[in-house]
T-cell receptor, first 110, second 112 residues
């Protein structure tokens, strides 16, 4: 079974900081995704990538960027963290019939 | 645009049967997924429907009607551990990669 690892389970950052969220997969999957999850809003797609150095905006890309220098690693970057980016962030890969998710990173911006 | 609707909350009793409905309006359709998510954890895959009809997997079944833009998840012999959020997600056929668009989730509470 594919494994998707997010480096941090919990993070607390200050407003204005640059924040890196890392996601690593242990197989050779092309499609990787970053979502945020908020109560009442469900999962919303931020960015996704279908190959190394390729990226596409999802539904809510503002305030975020991504990096995919190697196939197994997909990073989400908050250029200047703000309190409205406090959320649960989930990385996913598309394999077989659906998504496999990482365990999530709960980010709090103070 | 994409629109996926499911009830926000449902309550049922241990041992009972519950049906969670999902309706969708999307541009492009390549299948419908159901995920289970316990509090503080990542979603886990439950079922996938791409053709009309019922898919059964143990205590869980999922139904799809593409013409009606409708699906449901049926949970039988409810157990306390089934208390969780259930997410309906549609796979879109357009775009450079396979994407899923999610509903807001249905929080199911199973009472003793």
């Amino acid at each position: 079974d594919v494994k998707v690892t997010q480096s941090s389970r919990y993070l607390v950052k200050r407003t204005g900081e640059k924040v890196f969220l890392e996601c690593v997969q242990d197989m050779d999957h092309e499609n990787m995704f970053w979502y945020r999850q908020d109560p009442g809003l469900g999962l919303r797609l931020i960015y996704f990538s279908y190959d190394v150095k390729m990226k596409e905006k999802g539904d809510i890309p503002e305030g975020y960027s991504v990096s995919r220098e190697k196939k197994e690693r997909f990073s989400l970057i908050l250029e200047s963290a703000s309190t409205n980016q406090t959320s649960m962030y989930l990385c996913a890969i598309f394999s077989g019939g659906g998504y496999t998710f990482g365990s999530g990173t709960r980010l709090t911006v103070v | 645009g994409q629109n996926i609707d499911q009830p926000t909350e449902m309550t049922a009793t241990e041992g009972a049967i519950v049906q969670i409905n999902c309706t969708y309006q999307t541009s492009g359709f390549n299948g419908l997924f159901w995920y289970q998510q316990h509090a503080g954890e990542a979603p886990t895959f439950l079922s996938y429907n791409v053709l009309d009809g019922l898919e059964e997997k143990g205590r869980f079944s999922s139904f799809l009607s593409r013409s009606k833009g409708y699906s449901y998840l049926l949970l039988k012999e409810l157990q306390m551990k089934d208390s969780a959020s259930y997410l309906c997600a549609v796979s879109l056929s357009s775009g450079s990669a396979r994407q899923l668009t999610f509903g807001s989730g249905t929080q199911l509470t199973v009472l003793p």
